[in-house]
């Protein structure tokens, strides 16, 4: 690895760290009571090394969600023979495990930051993990003819992470007072009846 590849991967490094640090603080804490210091001193680095590579604490929100593809990933690997339905269910509970960690409060910071920056309408940046292991799977499923004719793959998935970012949403407006899974788990066992 040359000089510029160490640099880039020191910086992804740093970034990764700034983030799984405030995110752990966010939950412990909550979020007005951490400040940069605080996520700097937990971290190890300087507060010149955060603002390297954020500009404010709540900037961190926009990319707050960014450590679920590698959580995602991390669910994912060795399921590769796992059937669509087995899959899409372990991408849509890996997704409602890792928000309900996150907390309710996170979670509305993070979705009233994207209400206030409405620059990016799109239901997720098609080069996230999450979105593509969703598509791949349910391109299986679609070959496998397990999906409805004339329904494609890009809409269905579009669909799924609407859905399903919309009970996320009433999670938040109940403020969290019931348990997220189950109520994925049971909206997924009606649309099994989609994917047969």
């Not at 752990?24 to 680095?45: N, P, T, W, Y």
């Not at 593809?69 to 899959?87: F, G, I, K, T, V």
Request: glycine content about 4%; proline content about 4%.
């Amino acid at each position: 690895m040359d000089y510029s590849q160490r640099r880039k991967e020191q910086a992804r490094q740093t970034e990764q760290a700034i983030l799984q640090t405030a995110l752990e603080l966010f939950r412990a804490k909550s979020f007005d009571k951490v400040s940069v210091r605080d996520i700097c001193r937990q971290a190890g680095i300087t507060t010149g090394a955060f603002y390297h590579h954020f500009r404010s604490k709540e900037e961190l929100l926009s990319y707050g969600f960014a450590p679920l593809d590698r959580h995602m990933e991390q669910a994912l690997a060795c399921h590769e023979d796992d059937s669509p339905q087995q899959r899409l269910w372990r991408i849509l509970s890996t997704y409602a495990l890792f928000i309900q960690d996150l907390g309710w409060e996170l979670a509305a910071r993070y979705y009233q930051r994207r209400l206030d920056a409405p620059d990016n309408a799109s239901s997720m940046d098609p080069t996230r993990y999450t979105l593509r292991a969703m598509a791949q799977c349910l391109e299986q499923a679609q070959r496998q003819g397990l999906l409805p004719a004339g329904v494609s793959v890009p809409w269905t998935a579009d669909f799924f992470f609407r859905h399903f970012r919309g009970v996320v949403v009433d999670w938040i407006l109940h403020q969290g007072g019931y348990p997220l899974l189950p109520k994925l788990e049971q909206d997924y066992a009606f649309f099994q009846r989609v994917i047969r």
